[in-house]
């Protein structure tokens, strides 16, 4: 046989989902906070509107890069007048696509670290190299624009920004980003910007990187219903970018994807036009959420829960234990909670919890983790043992 030519990671996220979804139907008693998934249904309007859509039988093609109505209900929710709109089968084409328009072998792309797991590997699919530039605790893993200034070669041609940031939480600021994207015009790079977590930001108002103007013409922003509206299966994303870039990005997807699901389209235009007030809940949902489940991790002896101002995931130093695969894989055994290590998103020694569950179910994880930490420190051998 002749070798396969590209060998690609799976992503660790859902890899994991799924084991702890086989063990949990197997019988185990396993709480599941690996994947970044919102546990709420999605709201009734996109539900209706998916029922009007099959008794319409609207199920052929709709146009590759998404129907004009449901651009226009994109475009008016996220305030985005310059630019050409895209819609596709949720973030994650989106960013391949841009990835792919962009770059190719021997360019380089910014990825400020820890970062979502796909990221690297999408650069790679491109034959690009990822770059990744560790933020730390100290700056609550904000990476100063300093430091990616300072792995900013000749073949650097993007950055990479998700902001709220998974798997951290932290949050770029005005300030922070402004950094970027002067950053990003002196030395010519574009920019690209995944705010799919950009509903859940909560403490200070979420600044787009869209709002800074001089920064349109190289942006290239995307956003999804996955989180927002608790669309993940349905695959619904959407994007702005340049002209010229939205060109050879819509052609991109019309091989690679033909076009949205025409269903999903139509729950995208029902619950775009909702109110503010439904994000404003879904916010104060989680808000509370991490807000309880912070108190509830809080007082171990030794071990430091950080309230992570964005996104729904706490994310764990466990570097006084050897490391944070094995961490988790103890974690699962003897009190059946799951949790993604760090490792996954380029930094080891952490490991990252996702909130995005009932708070009954978090609050007895909570315990479950605090008996399993106190367990851990209080006997000399450490959790290895
Ligand atoms: N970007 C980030 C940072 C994510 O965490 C995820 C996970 N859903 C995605 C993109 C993919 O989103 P979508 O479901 O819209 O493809
Ligand atoms: N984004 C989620 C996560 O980080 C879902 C899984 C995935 O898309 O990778 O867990």
Redesign the pocket.
């Known amino acids: 046989m002749k070798p396969i030519y590209r060998h690609i990671q799976p992503?660790v996220?859902?890899g994991l989902?799924t084991q702890a979804k086989a063990l949990a139907a197997a019988g185990r008693d396993v709480i599941n906070l690996?994947?970044?998934?919102v546990d709420l249904p999605m709201p009734e309007a996109g539900k209706a509107a998916i029922d009007m859509a099959l008794k319409a039988n609207m199920t052929g093609y709709v146009p590759a890069t998404g129907s004009p109505d449901v651009k226009a209900a994109v475009r008016a929710r996220m305030g985005w007048q310059e630019g050409e709109v895209l819609i596709s089968a949720g973030a994650k084409p989106l960013l391949n696509a841009a990835i792919s328009c962009l770059c190719g072998p021997e360019d380089e792309v910014i990825l400020p670290g820890p970062c979502?797991?796909?990221y690297p590997e999408m650069v790679r699919l491109t034959g690009a190299k990822p770059i990744i530039v560790p933020g730390t605790a100290e700056n609550g893993f904000i990476v100063p624009g300093m430091n990616i200034e300072r792995h900013i070669t000749a073949h650097t041609k993007a950055l990479l920004l998700n902001n709220p940031v998974?798997p951290t939480g932290a949050v770029y600021g005005r300030e922070a980003l402004r950094q970027i994207v002067e950053i990003a015009k002196r030395y010519d790079l574009y920019l690209i910007a995944d705010e799919v977590y950009g509903s859940f930001v909560y403490e200070e108002a979420f600044i787009s990187l869209y709002s800074f103007s001089d920064a349109r013409d190289r942006l290239i922003l995307v956003n999804s219903a996955s989180k927002s509206y608790a669309m993940a299966g349905l695959r619904l994303g959407y994007a702005v970018a340049p002209q010229p870039v939205a060109a050879v990005m819509g052609a991109y997807l019309s091989h690679a994807l033909g076009c949205p699901c025409s269903l999903s389209e139509q729950a995208a235009l029902a619950v775009l036009s909702l109110s503010d007030e439904y994000e404003q809940d879904l916010t104060s949902i989680f808000r509370d959420r991490r807000d309880r489940l912070c108190r509830a991790l809080s007082g171990i002896e030794g071990w430091q829960v950080h309230k992570a101002p964005g996104a729904f995931y706490l994310w764990l130093d466990v570097s006084g234990w050897d490391d944070d695969e094995a961490f988790c894989r103890k974690l699962l055994d003897e009190e059946g909670v799951a949790l993604t290590p760090g490792s996954a998103f380029c930094c080891p020694g952490y490991v990252r919890l996702?909130y995005a569950k009932d708070i009954s179910i978090l609050l007895e994880a909570a315990k479950r983790i605090r008996r399993f930490v106190e367990g851990s420190y209080s006997s000399s051998t450490g959790v290895n043992s």
């Open positions: 992503s996220t859902m989902d690996t994947a970044g998934q979502y797991t796909s998974n996702a």
